[in-house]
């Protein structure tokens, strides 16, 4: 015994040394790494952990592959105070854990059992889908490398042996208890153990020693191998996952500072903007490589990877993984330094195009369980470019037009008004283009697309009739807005945001208004995450429901009784601003207008492609996203697509085309449906 007791003590001090050695080697990257100031609101971020980490709150939303990890993290709870006692078993035989050597003992043994069941049968379960089912978000595409199955499979299997090791360990002592007519351990009936022992029950005591001393062996073995082998892989979100979703990001929707801590007009500063080496990226982000489970969820919602984009969210995590892994070995010296975008040859991890695929929509940070942050990395990936004046040709136009005309069709500013001015509209529904602190309530705030679009115009003119048909007193601000700057961003031009941001809020300052409204999620976004000290952004839709609640607003109903209307959520109002039921409330309180979901709607809407700055930009692809998303909406058996966004009227008018639709099926944005079914009675003033 007291050999086995060294041999225990041995094996816990080699396994607690190399784990923590392993572990401190994996921190040298984050030590390098950029600041992020993940600090503040603890209680929030506590209460974040019990939801997202203790709660599985995102599991779920895959329902087979959630139920698993729910009961396997339900399991590995359970069992970690009896792995932690049966640790110290083997070096001090009388060991009882604190709080367990009174009635509460038997009860946790008895949940204990059950618990390895579980896990056990959960591993079964998790090898058969892996190796049978085979579900295609867990596919390995040739250019990202080998698939991850086999090393799945042998983590999953060190954990069942895990779990038959512990069940044996107490099966073989209750047998023995049995054998020497002690008073015998209770096992959970039915349980993993329970079984066991059934089994061993006539086996010989002395072969029932060996037995309990193997598994306990075996046990401590395979537990060490697991605590050692996991931060080389996916499953060392384990260990990091619960510090990962305390310092997960609280405000998604706000993008990430250039550098934390350098305030705006200390940027000038900065030597370099963005991230192009590895220890460019933050900490935080090096922590959400080593915390991504690979489990594949962003990917299968990312619409890029579904048009056949060369972007993978969850390839753009476990590349930079597999980067900190061979440049931050275990055995050896760091070699950092390399650009990550270019080819293989160079070092390079990541592909020009990989990284202007994204159109900022933020699917995948919606679905990933552990709150896995792309959107800050992509971005700050392309503000690297953008510092290094690597911009896509297609692009370049629409970023001096930006520059040098404030819009990026380069359209004249004097002109942005004229949607407003020709002389038919003001006769139906004037519209006031703001002087000086003239104290006008609101700012209808149109950005260039509606300015300068001929067909978004449109959506223009029925905001502004429907804001002068609540009595809102509203103006625009005309030649002096500027683009809100909210593509110019996400596409990682910070100096020219900053720039067209400063020049709107002037203007909105100077305007005297004491609200916003806008039709344009992504200028709504902007004014809302982007500004600081703007006064209070409503959408347009948000605008309606209210005034529809409050009576101001009421319906004809619609013409046409056979079409049948779906609802696109946009991604800056939707996801990124969770404006869900206001645009539904409206369509649905209009008399006879029958709408049908489609599948992928709310929060797992599917991007029409127009985000950051996506309009001018042509990626490879094999399908157009809007293309998907209109056979998305006929598929749920639709034939008017409403919007409530002109960057996606734009797209999903183009794929009704090329989807071979027209015709048969029409793209309307809520404003324009709104003002085409509004009763305009006693209470609207003047003529509109
Ligand atoms: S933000 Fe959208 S397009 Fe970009 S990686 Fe995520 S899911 Fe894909
Ligand atoms: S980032 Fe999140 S959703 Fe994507 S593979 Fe990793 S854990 Fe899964």
Redesign the pocket.
Known sequence: MVTGRILFLVIHVLGIACFSYIVAKRLVPLIRGERDLRFDHPWVRLGRVLKFWLGQWKHPRYRTAGTLHIFIFAGFIVLAIRAFSVLIVGVSKDFVMPGLSGRAGPIYDIITDYAATIVFLCMVIAVIRRLVFKPARYAVPARYGKAHTADAIFLLSLIAILMVADSLFAAAKAAAQFHASQSVETLAAFSLPWMLQRILVSTPLPALGRLYFGAYFVHELTFYFLLCYRPFGIQFHVETSLFYIYFAKLDREILKPVRWGVADEHLDQVKSFGVKTFEDFTWKHMLDFYSCADCGR?SD?????AVGRP?S?RF?GIKARDYTFQHYPVLGRAKNGTALIGTKDSGGIYSEDEIW?????????EECPLLVE??DK?VDLRRGMVDEGNVPQSLQKPLKALESRSNPYGKLEKKKADWANAKEFQQVCPVKTLAKANGTGTLYFVDSITSYDDRMQSIGRATAKILNHVGENFGILGAAERDSGHEVRRFGEETLFMALRDHNLDAIKASGVQRIVTADPHAYNALKHDYKDVPPVEHISQVIAREMKAGKIKFNPVENENSVYTYHDPCYLGRHNQVYNDPRDVLDAIPGLQRVEMTRSRDRSF?CGGGGLMLFYEPKEDQRMGVKRVQMAAEAGANVIVTACPFCMVNIEDAIKVAGFEGRMAAIDLAELVDQQIVRDALAPKAC
């Open positions: 962003c919602n990312c619409p890029a990877n972007l969210p753009i695929s994204c159109t900022t929509c933020g699917a995948c940070e792309y959107i992509i991007c």
